[in-house]
Nanobody, 115 residues
Framework: VQLQASGGGLVQPGGSLRLSCSAS????????MGWYRQAPGLQREFVAR???????KYADSVEGRFTISRDNAENRVYLEMNSLKPEDTAVYYC??????????WGQGTLVTVSS
């Protein structure tokens, strides 16, 4: 497995979860890493991205609630999700992109926000 995501689960509205993703050691640590999500019946959408140097970008829908971080030494990326809402329910996918623009995807981890 080239990208292994974990940490999904069931959480109540207002709760928190932390997703983790481990990238293959053969992947360049210089590539940006990020998270996307796909809710039932909808297209996959961008959530957050972080560069090797630590520059972060977020979708408007998660700005201020989610925080992305990475461990360059271990080639891992994390997504801290706070103040979760039912509309955050989705399968979350880890992503990295090569210098040529090719995307690698993890297998996805399900996050369900429900009371």
């Amino acid at each position: 497995v080239q990208l292994q995501a974990s940490g999904g689960g069931l959480v109540q509205p207002g709760g928190s979860l932390r997703l983790s993703c481990s990238a293959s050691k053969r992947f360049s640590r210089l590539w940006p890493m990020g998270w996307y999500r796909q809710a039932p019946g909808l297209q996959r959408e961008f959530v957050a991205r972080i560069t090797y140097g630590g520059n972060e970008k977020y979708a408007d829908s998660v700005e201020g609630r989610f925080t992305i971080s990475r461990d360059n030494a271990e080639n891992r990326v994390y997504l801290e999700m706070n103040s979760l809402k039912p509309e955050d329910t989705a399968v979350y996918y880890c992503n990295t992109r090569t210098n040529q623009g090719f995307d690698y995807w993890g297998q996805g981890t399900l996050v369900t926000v429900s009371s």
